[in-house]
């Protein structure tokens, strides 16, 4: 077997939510760097492409359904990267999802299933992975939060929630395991073209405007004037996943296109 080469040569990471959009650009990203992996999404079925992807770039591929609001499927996830790969350097919290909504009108049923997917799921991912990791000599947590987890927004009160909470965990996680060598930083892209974008209805309905209108004025205010590419925030993942920033703990890196600089 050839050895494989690149940032990432040798080490093994699981990714959540690795069906599409940020996620499986991070995995393409990931195996193109030389990673094994473990790919995971609420089912098989959706992960075929990634997975065909990832081999077709050298990889060795492990894929798992779980849902990662289930401590218990989290858990599972942690030892199937353990056991499957060999061992878990990198975790890559990606999954997550997102509903619009006045706050007012939320409904507690929407927001509770939010904070579950979006912060729950993170926490239970974490934590597992830590007690491998601190064990194991060191690793790498990459939490994607999002300009959401710094900022306020329009109808979007839960996920914001979700993700403050995901940077509040990012850095108080850091912060207690920096002696462990195991570095946990986060990224908060901003306005990235994916299937999340495109359930802005609910929010443009809000606002009494059409989608496309609301998808205009959103880019309007990105200085770049057009979204993110998914692989734009891959190449950060890829940067956080390896050696390169061993110095760096405890960081939210904003990829936003220079939408609210500082
Ligand atoms: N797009 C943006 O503008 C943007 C901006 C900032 C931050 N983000 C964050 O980036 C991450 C990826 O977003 P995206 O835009 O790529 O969204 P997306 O295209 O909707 O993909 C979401 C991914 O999360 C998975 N997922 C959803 N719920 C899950 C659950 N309960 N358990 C396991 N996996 C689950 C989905 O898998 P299934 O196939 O199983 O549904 C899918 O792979 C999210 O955390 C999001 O909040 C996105």
């Known amino acids: 077997m ?47 492409d990634t997975l065909a992807d990832c081999v077709s770039a050298g990889a060795r591929v492990l894929t798992l359904a779980a849902d990662v609001a289930d401590r218990a499927q989290c858990e599972a996830m942690v030892q199937r990267a353990v056991e499957g790969l060999g061992g878990l350097d990198v975790l890559v919290n990606n999954a997550g999802i997102y509903k619009a909504s006045r706050f007012v009108d939320y409904d507690p049923e929407t927001f509770d299933r939010i904070m579950k997917v979006n912060t729950y799921g993170v926490f239970h991912m974490m934590q597992f992975a830590l007690r491998h990791m601190a064990a194991a000599g ?33 850095r108080c996680a850091a912060l207690e395991h920096a002696r462990d060598k195991v570095n946990i930083n986060a990224i908060c892209p901003g306005f990235v073209e994916t299937d999340m974008i495109d359930q802005f209805d609910d929010h443009a309905e809000i606002l009494g405007v059409s989608v496309e209108q609301l998808q205009t004025a959103l880019v309007g205010r990105v200085p770049i004037g057009r979204m993110l590419q ?33």
């Open 2 to 48: 050839t050895e494989r080469k690149g940032r990432l040569a040798g080490r093994r990471a699981l990714i959540t939510g690795a069906s599409r959009g940020i996620g499986r650009a991070i995995a393409f990203r990931y195996a193109e760097e030389g990673a094994d992996l473990l790919l995971t999404a609420t089912g098989l079925e959706q992960l075929g």
């Open 138 to 170: 060191g690793g790498k947590i990459v939490n994607i939060a999002s300009t959401a987890g710094k900022w306020e927004s329009l109808n979007q009160s839960a996920y914001n929630t979700s993700k403050h909470a995901v940077v509040g965990m990012t």
């Open 230 to 262: 998914p692989v734009e925030i891959a190449h950060l993942a890829v940067y956080l996943g390896s050696a390169e920033s061993d110095g760096m703990t405890g960081q939210t890196l904003t990829i936003s296109g220079g939408m609210r600089m500082g």
